[in-house]
């Protein structure tokens, strides 16, 4: 089986130990790698996995343009990257042009470190550049344990997105919504062709029972594999999604072939 891991993190080397060290800390969960991207290579391959999307968020504003640059000089060799940009920068619609030509592959939005809901009017200008570009958007999803309690990216609030951009190409991560999982069966699951989960870090939060239930009613070529590496090893949500009662076809779309066709690759 082949592994397109959808959903990791790494830092620059300089930046690496104080970002990785500080959100273990205020998280309590041990990190898989050192957050460089030698370490995320080093565990990607423990794994058998050849491939990977790498999702860099801008905290503020005057990051987007410096991390751009960055993901843009570190793809190649099975990497791949999003770019992102900030909600409160008035530069953000053109900085998705210029993620576009940098060859990055979508735009990465964090909603509990970046202070918006997905489904915000305010947003809706850079939504339709991206959109208007063929890139993806990809959201963190549900709860977070380095945020504070409030929770603004809800399967209701991508129901709401989905709904407004039925073009925009989405990916929710977390299978949509982390422990929201029965708002993501009421809201989300199955509900819009424009709308994929990856199942990045969820394999110590959800009973395969209801995993399962709920790409029943998304549907297996809507689903991605992925780790959310260093928060997780990827080891644990390829044993998770081997274990459920998928056929081989469905476990190959789920690790590399929808992945392999979102980003047209």
Not at 37 to 46: S, T, V
Not at 77 to 83: D, E
Request: with cysteine; glycine share 8%; proline share 5%.
């Amino acid at each position: 089986m082949r592994y397109f891991d959808f959903h990791t993190h790494a830092f620059t080397d300089e930046l690496a130990e104080r970002a990785v060290s500080g959100l273990a800390s205020t998280s309590g969960i041990e990190p898989a790698t050192d957050g460089t991207l030698g370490g995320l290579r080093k565990k990607l391959a423990e794994n058998g996995i050849d491939r990977a999307l790498l999702l860099p968020v801008a905290t503020k504003p005057s990051q987007q343009r410096t991390i751009n640059n960055w993901a843009a000089s570190v793809m190649g060799g099975g990497l791949y990257c999003c770019g992102t940009v900030h909600p409160d920068a008035a530069d953000a619609a053109a900085e998705v042009e210029r993620i576009k030509s940098l060859g990055l592959y979508g735009v990465k939005f964090h909603s509990e470190y970046q202070g918006f809901c997905p489904h915000e009017e305010r947003m809706f200008p850079i939504y339709e550049k991206i959109e208007e570009l063929g890139l993806i958007a990809v959201f963190h999803g549900g709860w977070d344990p380095y945020s504070d309690e409030s929770i603004r990216a809800t399967p209701q609030s991508f129901a709401a997105l989905a709904k407004a951009f039925p073009k925009l190409k989405i990916v929710a991560a977390h299978l949509g919504g982390m422990k929201l999982w029965s708002d993501i069966e009421k809201y989300t699951a199955g509900r819009f062709d424009n709308l994929w989960f990856d199942v990045s870090v969820i394999a110590r939060f959800i009973e395969d029972e209801q995993l399962l239930r709920i790409i029943r009613m998304q549907g297996a070529d809507k689903v991605l594999f992925g780790s959310d590496c260093p928060w997780d090893d990827p080891a644990h949500e390829i044993a998770m999604i081997n274990r459920l009662p998928l056929s081989d076809r469905e476990k190959e779309l789920i690790f590399h072939i929808n992945a392999e066709k979102l980003l047209g690759i």
